[in-house]
């Protein structure tokens, strides 16, 4: 409105999201340009994370690279352990014995329950609901209790190893995990009640931040995003890998690539995943755990290449393995999912979004800051 | 932690059953020095996610580790927090910003390294961008080993904390202005001149 | 097999490429740098839709970055590796953009890390690393370790 014959001109402010702000999680920064309430342009910022991996794996022979890897990213371990001992027993040659498939199936499932609980809690405290946040991260504090158990470490397992899995189960875990799954199956339920069907949750997400099937393709996007546009990709089908041939399980799909189905397509993921584990502990097969390579202090790995895949929790993670012979690691260049979430489509969606939207997107994308910078 | 709560005496009034926690002497020490009191019973987290620690704040801030039992709860903005908790590696990145964050905090504050990174670059050493050693570049008031520590560390910290505050042995942001010189140098040769230059003096406030 | 029908009609439009599948869902392509930028164009066409990751080898020895570009089908899950070699004294490249959008942060990644020019990419700017004032670090000619000790001291 204007007073008196003053004309009211917008002006446009520079604000940086992040890193110190209540609504990043992780070490990540978004400068925005806004006008008013609306954004005008979003540029993401990573390199506050940056360890220089692949450089450090350089200097490391393949055993000693092996607790490097699973930093790569925090919140869902596992996968790159996993990758990592599926390019080393490719390129060396090594069988992995079935039981430790199906240990490899149980822990990588496990890892992305308690990534799925994590993004949970964020996002829920993200949209407001905190009550959702402490019930989700004390039941994911269940499964890293049951990490602690097979592994002796709750963040950085360093369990899945060239050769098969670090140490077989103890008595009393399957009783244990079934315990924990059933407290999840229940709890689900009460999310389901308090905060997926809440009316207030679906104004917030219903239509926000919408990801068509062609974009999400022309961006290289993979996972639960592009899952959430209508397209059934999932690598764990395509090529499966650790026991996940013999598992019986859905891949969610939903349409329309909005917030909503996103969270959707997350929530439905739990469900499989208990699921699957379930299948794991009952058609477990006996045998060892881990098939011993040749003498770790001096393991020459052949000549060669490989690039292996996996489905983490937020999308294909891969690893480009080079060897040169010799028992040091030559070049490792790991595709991490989030890389074209956080950056490109992050950039292009918050474009003409309102403020309060920023961190909603950055976590209904699900994007992991370590795994971005390495 | 057996030394946290002291239960005094109990008393019973119909089928309610309740629990004294301090007696006398346990008053007239807080009413001696109500500061201190006050500050150790509400340390105030800055929320910043520096490194791979961070994964290990949301268990303890909620509903299962409980922090907000010690007085420890996260707080958005460095202005309104007393408690900086450097979770982890930092970044040459994550230095500038914690820089920056650090020097927002109003005195009195306390800085606590959280992991074995910042102790002197932990898995992280050959790193060509981590630092080594937080210790030169900004004032750290006590130590978290492990990698990752476990919450029950952090509530040991948190109690060894009130302990040193007591004892007034916590003077890292007192430290800071004395030697800001020392640590302008080092942070310098890492960020460059002209990012020190941009930082506006710290302002000091006679207390 | 796709895969081996796949390999003959690469091998078939392009002479002075080597083609190999060393197993199933896997092919990997060897060419130089001139027919790379087409040979991915009619990859693209062929149901290689998918850019899952742009890397680079530093070849150190033979003097060439190996420039290696990773796509896969999204019909049959066949992952395909395309790899040319430049030279590493003057590294650069022609980019693929206009194949691939999301290309640009791969490149620009390389660029920083490497030290590859990328004909073509207007976004080249600093991405991970800030007041970098060394060679680009991960080429093998770069010490980590000795860097680390020198600028971040390690007593």
Aim: proline fraction near 5%; hydrophobic fraction near 40%.
């Amino acid at each position: 409105m204007n007073r008196g014959g003053t004309k009211m001109t917008k002006r446009q402010l520079t604000l940086y999201f992040g890193p110190q702000h209540i609504g990043m999680v992780g070490n990540f920064s978004i400068t925005l340009t806004v006008e008013g309430d609306t954004i005008q342009k979003a540029v993401a910022n990573p390199g506050f994370l940056h360890r220089g991996f692949e450089k450090m794996l350089e200097n490391c022979t393949y055993t000693q690279g092996f607790p490097y890897v699973c930093r790569i990213n925090v919140m869902d371990p596992d996968p790159c352990e996993q990758v990592y001992a599926m390019a080393i027993e490719e390129l060396a040659g090594l069988e992995v014995p079935p039981r430790a498939q199906y240990l490899r199936t149980m822990a990588l499932e496990m890892s992305r329950l308690s990534s799925h609980l994590l993004w949970l809690w964020a996002y829920a405290n993200e949209l407001g609901f905190d009550t959702i946040g402490h019930w989700a991260m004390a039941q994911r504090d269940y499964f890293i209790d049951l990490f602690d158990m097979i592994t002796g470490a709750r963040v950085y397992h360093i369990y899945i190893w060239p050769g098969g899995v670090r140490r077989d189960i103890p008595t009393g875990f399957a009783e244990k995990m079934q315990q924990t799954l059933a407290g999840l199956e229940d709890s689900l339920r009460d999310y389901d009640a308090v905060f997926f069907d809440n009316r207030v949750f679906r104004r917030r997400v219903d239509g926000v931040g919408v990801l068509s099937q062609e974009e999400a393709l022309r961006f290289g996007v993979t996972g639960g995003n592009l899952r959430a546009t209508g397209l059934e990709r999932d690598v764990r089908k395509e090529e499966p890998y650790a026991a996940y041939a013999e598992m019986d399980f859905e891949v969610p799909t939903m349409v329309g690539g909005d917030s909503y189905a996103r969270a959707m397509v997350i929530r439905k993921e739990m469900e499989q995943s208990v699921f699957i584990v379930r299948q794991v502990l009952d058609k477990m097969p006996a045998g060892s755990a881990w098939r011993r390579p040749p003498n770790p202090f001096k393991w020459n790995i052949p000549a060669g290449e490989t690039y292996v895949r996996m489905e983490s929790a937020r999308g294909e993670l891969g690893v480009y393995a080079v060897s040169d012979g010799t028992d040091k690691i030559y070049r490792m260049a790991y595709r991490v999912p989030s890389y074209p979430h956080g950056i490109l489509v992050l950039e292009k969606l918050l474009q003409g979004m309102n403020i309060a939207d920023v961190g909603h997107m950055l976590l209904s994308l699900n994007v992991a800051a370590p795994e971005i910078d390495r | 932690m057996a030394n946290v709560i002291r239960v005094v005496r109990t008393y019973t009034r119909g089928d309610h059953r309740g629990l004294i926690l301090l007696d006398r002497a346990d008053i007239k020490k807080a009413l001696k020095d109500p500061h201190k009191w006050g500050e150790k019973y509400s340390l105030w987290v800055t929320y910043f996610c520096t490194g791979c620690g961070i994964i290990e704040i949301p268990p303890v801030i909620t509903a299962r580790w409980d922090a907000e039992r010690f007085g420890v709860k996260p707080m958005a903005t460095p202005r309104q927090a007393n408690l900086f908790l450097i979770t982890g590696y930092v970044s040459v990145k994550t230095l500038r910003a914690i820089i920056i964050t650090y020097e927002q905090m109003p005195d009195p504050k306390y800085l606590v390294a959280f992991g074995s990174c910042p102790i002197d670059g932990g898995l992280y050493y050959t790193s060509y961008n981590t630092i080594n050693h937080l210790d030169r570049y900004l004032p750290v008031d006590g130590w978290i080993a492990g990698c990752m520590p476990r919450p029950e560390a952090i509530f040991i910290a948190v109690t060894k904390l009130w302990k040193m505050i007591d004892g007034e042995m916590v003077d890292g942001y007192k430290r800071y202005r004395k030697n800001i010189d020392y640590y302008r140098k080092n942070q310098e040769r890492v960020l460059g001149r002209e990012f020190i230059e941009s930082i506006p003096p710290p302002v000091t406030v006679e207390t | 097999m796709r895969e081996e029908a796949i390999k003959q009609g690469i091998e078939q439009r392009y002479e002075s490429c080597l083609v190999t599948v060393p197993r199933e869902k896997r092919v990997i392509i060897s060419l130089p740098k001139d027919s790379l930028f087409s040979l991915i164009a009619f990859m693209k066409e062929q149901g290689f839709q998918h850019l899952s990751l742009i890397t680079c080898v530093d070849w150190i020895k033979e003097g060439k970055f190996e420039l290696v570009y990773h796509l896969a089908t999204y019909q049959d899950g066949i992952h395909a590796i395309v790899k040319t070699r430049i030279d590493r004294a003057n590294p650069t490249y022609q980019s693929m953009i206009p194949l691939f959008a999301h290309a640009q942060t791969y490149e620009r990644e390389i660029h920083e890390m490497f030290g590859v020019e990328f004909v073509g990419n207007a976004r080249l700017t600093p991405f991970l690393l800030t007041n970098w004032q060394e060679i680009p670090p991960m080429r093998k000619d770069f010490d980590t370790k000795e860097y680390s000790e020198r600028m971040f001291e390690h007593e």
